[in-house]
Structure formats: structure tokens, C-alpha cells
């Protein structure tokens, strides 16, 4: 089964998870724990914030480029 990811982007500060959070759990039970649920705020205010914020999505981004095991998996 292919796993599924729930990847939620907010505004620093927002409270806006409940929602995210329920389709998780709704998910989980059918997709048997195949799934991940991701939280990244930001704040792009100051460079600090910006800076921490590439810094989580390039490690996001890393973790769904295929290794090249799961490529030859593939073929």
C-alpha cells in the first residue's frame, strides 16, 4: 500500500490543526497506520524565521525523493 502524507503548512501562531488532525485519524484507521501526519508553521517576518523554515522543508522534501533502493524496488 502506498503510505500517504498529510503535510500541513501554517502561518505561525495559527491554530487551524483540528481539521488537519481529524482527517488524520479518519485516514489512519483505514490506510492501517500507513500514513503520516506533518506539521510546519513559518514565519517569514524575519531572516531567522525564513532561514528555519527552508531548512524544514528541504528535510521535508528529502525524506519523498526515493531512495535507490525503493527505485530498483520499482522496476
Do not use: W
Amino acid at each position: 500500500m502506498t503510505p500517504v502524507a498529510i503535510v500541513v503548512i501554517t502561518l505561525e501562531g495559527m491554530d487551524c490543526m483540528d481539521p488537519m488532525r481529524a482527517v488524520y485519524h479518519n485516514f489512519r484507521s483505514y490506510l492501517f497506520g500507513n500514513v503520516a501526519f506533518i506539521h510546519i508553521d513559518f514565519n517569514l517576518v524575519t531572516a531567522k524565521g525564513i532561514q528555519s523554515y527552508a531548512a524544514r522543508i528541504d528535510t521535508l522534501l528529502a525524506l519523498f525523493k526515493p531512495s535507490e533502493m525503493e527505485r530498483n524496488l520499482s522496476r
